[in-house]
């Protein structure tokens, strides 16, 4: 069964509720990847969720766990062996948009935390009873927003909810209002089309945004 806000709860979790939101990275290539991460790191933050569509995910991954100012974890994770690939470069936390019993296994015997996702009632009990330590609600936008994580969060009052899909600054705060502990943003923190272009401010000035950390 999942852990809850209690006191056998994930370690790391504590560290994801304090940063308010994980950056999913998510682009076509490796290099794009790493510049978004350090655009992002000199704005400030420092979780970062490497999707396993970017290509050699594994090699990135290994590359910035080495720097002990960063908590990287791998997402999009789809099976134990990707798990283990993963893991063995360094990443701290698994994702799965889907409930994955296979990646929590090897997540806890690394000591990693295991994030499942699932957006019914139903799929939020499958990855309680598969172990996960985080439920992620995914896709949150396109299913109710706030509004459908409030409804989980009042038959599940104790699981430890990260929505993605669809969040932004903009309604971050109410993700957090309706229950969640913290949120996973992608495309609206990790714009490859501004990456691409070399438009660095732009990307800090969307972490900013995020953060509430933004200056008039």
Not at 151 to 165: K, N, Q, Y
Request: hydrophobic share 50%; charged share 15%; aromatic share 6%.
């Amino acid at each position: 069964m999942a852990t809850t806000n209690g006191g056998n709860a994930h370690p790391l979790i504590a560290q994801f509720r304090a940063a308010r939101l994980i950056p999913v990275i998510r682009t076509s290539t490796a290099a794009r990847a790493a510049t978004a991460v350090a655009w992002l790191q000199d704005a400030g933050l420092s979780i970062f969720e490497i999707t396993m569509t970017v290509p050699d995910a594994p090699a990135l991954i290994r590359g910035l766990a080495s720097d002990p100012r960063l908590l990287v974890g791998a997402g999009t994770v789809p099976d134990a062996a990707g798990a283990y690939a993963c893991l063995d470069a360094g990443a701290r936390f698994l994702v799965s948009p889907w409930v994955e019993p296979t990646i929590v296994e090897p997540a806890h015997e690394a000591g990693a935390c295991a994030m499942l996702g699932a957006l019914t009632p139903t799929e939020v009990r499958a990855a309680l009873a598969a172990g996960a330590d985080v439920v992620k609600i995914f896709p949150a936008a396109s299913v109710g927003g706030p509004q459908h994580v409030k409804a989980l969060r009042s038959v599940f009052p104790e699981v430890i909810f990260c929505p993605t899909g669809g969040v932004d600054a903009r309604n971050l705060p109410d993700y957090l209002d309706a229950g969640a502990a913290f949120v996973g943003i992608g495309g609206k923190l990790v714009d490859e089309k501004l990456i691409a272009a070399g438009d660095r401010g732009a990307v800090i000035a969307a972490a900013h945004a995020a953060m509430g950390t933004a200056t008039a």
